[in-house]
């Protein structure tokens, strides 16, 4: 604790091993079944990593929303594994408690995204997508559609699409999630 607030009164560079730490935690988002303390982690842990590039980069992430023509792999897959998430929570009951595949598929995700993301989809077309309505059907293709337009315009696409992902994946899951969660309750509300 004291040296966070060293480096917040003296305004001195924000070491990585706290970043290391709280990526860590939201590396294993299965292990979390409060929702609370989910949100929580994801929060705190976006806002060390963009205090993190601020310090050491000179960049400052944009957290209010989604940017598609972002140039980072990482970050679009990271919102990529939001969507997959969404829609297999789409298929649950209020009662159901179930950790996503998505979610518990997580660590491989990070280490091998490409042919994560074909095992994923595989299971979600078989058990989950069939029990949406077909307007969320066509919703949800046409989202990850963009995502992987988004990513293949990403420079060095073909060479990084299955290389361990960098820690702004956590930002791009973070706010497609804050996205697909806004609209969801927005839509509650205008009916």
């Known amino acids: 604790m004291q040296e966070l ?3 917040r009164v003296d305004k001195v560079k924000l070491p990585y091993n706290y970043v290391k730490l709280l990526l860590q935690k939201a590396n294993n988002l299965s292990l979390f079944q409060d929702t609370i303390v989910k949100e929580q982690l994801l929060s705190i842990t976006c806002a060390m990593i ?3 590039y601020f310090d050491i980069k000179g960049v400052k992430i944009e957290m209010n929303e ?3 023509s972002k140039n980072d792999i990482s ?3 990271g919102r990529l594994l939001a969507v997959v998430e969404k829609i297999e929570r789409d298929t649950y009951d ?3 408690l179930r950790t996503p ?6 660590a491989n995700y990070l280490q ?3 042919k994560t993301f074909a095992k994923i989809s595989e299971q979600l077309n078989r058990a989950y997508i069939p029990r949406l309505s077909k307007g969320s059907q066509i919703y949800y293709q046409n989202l990850i559609a963009e995502i992987m337009k988004s990513l293949s315009l990403c420079d060095n ?3 990084c699409a299955d290389k361990p992902l960098k820690e702004t994946y956590i930002i791009g899951y973070y706010l497609q999630r804050k996205d697909l969660y806004n609209k969801k309750n927005t839509e509650e509300i205008n009916k």
């Open 5 to 7: 607030i060293h480096c």
């Open 50 to 52: 963009n205090k993190y």
């Open 66 to 68: 989604i940017d598609q």
């Open 75 to 77: 970050y679009h897959y």
């Open 94 to 96: 209020s009662t159901n």
């Open 101 to 106: 595949y998505a979610i518990r598929m997580q």
């Open 112 to 114: 091998h995204p490409l």
């Open 157 to 159: 696409y073909s060479e």
